[in-house]
């Protein structure tokens, strides 16, 4: 969820980069100082309470990400199909297997840890539980599943609430003090609730700056880095509060000298177009796919991808006066553990109240949670909102799945299709 | 009455098949009014519930490879598999459009989305995602569930206008347990005697349960089993096997009968699961909802949308099938792009060589034409079968 810093860094950048790297060389040297390591997904995730136990945090997805983003996972996917994996199965799973079987070399370069606990927290995503699964397979150690059920109506329940907290208390708590030794301290997970809850707020002032014209942020590429924190191992930490501190003076500053985002080249000239966007980017040409948009002026002002680690911006504050509720809450609100109905009004909201041109589909091959009822999304968002929506495909870090010369001409196709639609031309679809 | 032979009760079975208006259930319904009809898809839901609120479940498994897929299509990207966009088929051509409910049990990540589609695009049916716990301790999923169930109780009494007692729940579940000792009995007679049993008269005969009253289905099968014992047929020299990872979108009829007649007995399977999900009787005595919540805890027969919470358990189940039939090998017969099934499948593979039992792999759709290749891979595996066994 973080890539490296755009050649224009801040310094929230360069705080955001050193969090990284420390957390990489933290576990790296885990088995040297003593430290138990837990391996566990973003989405749902539970750093505040792992933090109470003084363990690691490893997130697999991330390791995928940060090995797409200097194009090592095509290597690890085939790896990972020699050995048996199907062509057809998500490919952060395949990646993460290629770099074990490969030697567990991690992003920069040093072995990986073992995990001494893999703690599946089963939010919003089937082929979570396979993974790890899997991971049990190869490392035969201990498993905490944290069942998180869906939002099929819409709607979180009592009874869903009940569940994830009897889980935590009966099977993810104990095993977690068993693993380190420490007893659970609620007052500790309370003042790392808390100043989750403080960056939060700084996180969300900072999403919300894009309902200004120009935007002064880009809500998915730039997005991308300012979820990393938040989203990863640093929620709840000094470090992340600082981080979102940082990054919110800087985009005051933005903001009051008038400018729009930064941009891989630099400062974005001029605004031409605004859009809402669904669906993760493509990590191998993560780049190349960004100066599409910018190149033409395009600013993305709502994401959803930046919500699949909660959505802040819909009122979801951690809670230290509800410790173990509110972590229910969190891991059952993330964005794709809405169920589509929810999603489709999320995006049609965002569509109104960021003054978006249009909508783009970025469809995962890999990914059925977000990608299966994506083109009924595309439909409803144009019959709701009259705004036109486009549809490109790609893959998350397997490279094959990028075609950069179909998506940049169904991209032009599209920008030109939001002008003629400004200029009062008939309803028509890029897809 | 005389005994009708086996051809006559398959060809039954075919043309409830066959039919992909649902004409049958909805002759059930239009009988008395005032009855329910609720569609699931697979894995699982708790029939019982259903037929309680004086409801017909109804299983919906796709289109097949007889429905022509036009509007389905556009709902879906080339990289999903295919039983979404035949069910989105079968629903925006109006034959589903007698359904009261539709349930969509928590298989997938596809399927789970499709709960929301169809919220969307039928919102004269009631859609419901069908949550079932991952954790089996009694305090903890135990109590989930129970109150999942308890809300789906009280949905299919609003839709019956009565409550669902617990009266009419036990008599539900007297009916399933008699007919899952059934599906038991067909599927022990198969592995006994599979030449007497060909899997694609087993597989129209389980189909038959998805759209019959279950009393009917029983009745069924018992008379299949009489006739199928009384009937003389040839036994050949196949291997036989146990087909795994078809469990949700279904494989053609075609890829069914391709396998035996490359010189396999399929002697088990993983189709419908939900015809024989609980291996014993479900309690009748007590609470129903904590007997059946019971029941799905700790005696359901594994499947990959299951967590597998002991790593030694992983493919004990289907080591089990695999003993219990006799069986000499197993075909991993998956969808494509089913990741449940395709992730799955490696750790059943490991948990087969540990044991020495041999497999073969390949994926379908459920309109898959082709069946040369697939023939050839099962009887190049039906030979090597034999070839082992005779070293
Ligand atoms: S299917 Fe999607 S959400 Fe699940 S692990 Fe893969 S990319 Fe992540
Ligand atoms: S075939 Fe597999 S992926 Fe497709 S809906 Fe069924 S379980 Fe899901």
Excluded at chain 1, 348 to 353: I, L, T, V
Excluded at chain 2, 205 to 227: D, F, I, K, Q, T
Aim: aromatic share 10%; hydrophobic share 40%; charged share 25%.
């Amino acid at each position: 969820m973080s890539p490296p810093a755009p050649v224009v860094k801040d310094s929230s950048m360069l705080k955001q980069k050193e969090m990284i790297s420390g957390n990489y060389r933290r576990l790296e040297t885990a088995a040297a100082d003593g430290r138990k390591v837990v391996s566990t997904f973003v989405p749902g995730n539970l750093n505040e309470l792992i933090m109470c136990f003084d363990v690691l945090n490893n997130l697999p997805e991330i390791n995928a990400i940060q090995n797409g983003l200097r194009k090592k996972t095509g290597g690890y996917i085939m790896e990972a199909e020699k050995r048996g994996q199907s062509e057809d199965v998500c490919t952060y799973v395949k990646a993460d297997l290629g770099m074990i079987a490969k030697g567990n070399i991690g992003p920069d370069g040093q072995k990986l840890p073992d995990p001494d606990l893999l703690l599946l927290s089963y939010t919003g995503c089937f082929t979570f539980m396979k993974w790890f699964e899997l991971l049990r397979d190869h490392y035969g150690c201990e498993t905490a599943m944290l069942h998180v059920p869906y939002q099929g109506d819409g709607r979180i329940t009592a009874n869903m609430i009940a569940y994830v907290v009897r889980q935590l208390r009966e099977e993810v708590i104990p095993k977690l003090e068993r693993l380190s030794g420490v007893k659970f301290d609620i007052d500790r997970l309370r003042e790392n609730l808390a100043r989750s809850a403080r960056a939060e707020d700084d996180f969300v002032w900072v999403l919300e700056t894009a309902k200004l014209r120009p935007s002064p942020i880009d809500a998915y590429f730039g997005g991308v880095y300012y979820i990393g924190p938040i989203f990863t191992a640093f929620r709840g930490t000094a470090d992340a509060e600082d981080y979102y501190r940082l990054l919110r003076a800087e985009i005051a500053e933005r903001i009051a000298a008038g400018q729009g985002p930064v941009t891989p080249a630099g400062d974005m000239p001029a605004e031409r177009y605004r859009l809402v966007v669904e669906g993760p980017p493509n990590w191998t040409s993560f780049r190349d796919f960004w100066k599409m948009f910018y190149e033409d002026g395009a600013v993305v002002v709502a994401s959803t991808y930046t919500k699949v680690g909660g959505l802040y911006d819909q009122g979801f504050r951690h809670d230290p006066a509800h410790p173990l509720e509110s972590l229910a809450e969190y891991c059952l609100g993330c964005y794709t553990n809405r169920n589509l109905p929810a999603r489709i009004d999320l995006i049609e909201q965002y569509m109104n109240d960021y003054q978006a041109d249009g909508l783009l589909i970025n469809s995962i091959k890999s990914c059925n949670s977000f990608s299966a009822g994506q083109l009924l999304v595309l439909r409803e968002i144009e019959r709701r909102t009259g705004k036109p929506a486009a549809f490109v495909e790609s893959d998350l870090v397997d490279p094959r799945y990028f075609s950069p010369a179909n998506i940049k001409n169904r991209l032009e196709s599209y920008f030109q299709m939001i002008e003629q639609r400004r200029a009062g031309a008939a309803p028509a679809r890029a897809a | 009455m005389t005994m009708r032979s086996v051809a006559e009760i398959i060809a039954e079975c075919q043309a409830l098949y066959d039919d992909l208006d649902f004409t049958a259930a909805r002759a059930w319904k239009a009988e008395v009014p005032g009855r329910i009809v609720v569609g699931y898809m697979p894995f699982y839901v708790p029939r019982e519930l259903i037929h309680a609120a004086g409801g017909l479940p109804l299983g919906v498994l796709g289109g097949g490879d007889q429905l022509e897929v036009i509007q389905g299509d556009a709902y879906y990207q080339s990289y999903i598999c295919r039983i979404p966009r035949s069910t989105i088929e079968l629903g925006v051509t109006g034959r589903l459009d007698f359904l009261d409910a539709m349930l969509f049990p928590s298989i997938c990540d596809v399927i789970r989305n499709l709960s929301g589609m169809w919220k969307i695009m039928f919102p004269k049916t009631s859609a419901r995602y069908f949550d079932v716990p991952q954790n089996y301790r009694d305090d903890v999923g135990g109590v989930f569930y129970i109150n999942e169930l308890g809300e789906l109780r009280e949905i299919l009494a609003r839709l019956a206008g009565a409550p669902v007692t617990d009266a009419a729940l036990r008599g539900a579940i007297l009916l399933y347990n008699e007919n899952r000792a059934l599906v038991r009995e067909v599927y022990a007679f198969r592995a006994r005697e599979p030449w007497k049993a060909p899997s694609a008269e087993v597989y129209l005969l389980m189909r038959a349960g998805m759209v019959l009253p279950v009393a009917r289905h029983s009745a069924l099968m018992r008379e299949y089993l009489a006739a199928a014992a009384a009937a003389d047929r040839p036994r050949r020299d196949n291997s036989r096997v146990v087909i795994n990872g078809a469990f949700c979108e279904q494989p053609p009829l075609n890829l069914i009968k391709s396998i035996e007649l490359s010189g396999c007995y399929i002697v088990d399977d993983d189709f419908m699961l939900v015809n024989r999900w609980e291996r014993a009787d479900v309690a009748t005595e007590g609470d129903p909802l904590a007997a059946l919540a019971a029941a799905y805890l700790h005696g359901s027969v594994d499947t990959a949308a299951k967590y597998e919470p002991d790593r030694a358990h992983k493919g004990a189940w289907l080591i089990e099938q695999v003993r219990r039939s006799r069986a000499e090998g197993v075909i991993f017969a998956t969808p494509s792009f089913c990741d449940p099934a395709l992730l799955e499948r490696p750790m059943l593979q490991r948990a087969l060589a540990a044991h020495g039992i041999p497999c073969i792999a390949f994926k379908y759709a459920e309109n898959s034409g082709q069946m040369q290749p697939i023939r050839e891979q099962a009887g190049t595996f039906a030979d090597s079968i034999k070839l082992w066994s005779a070293a």
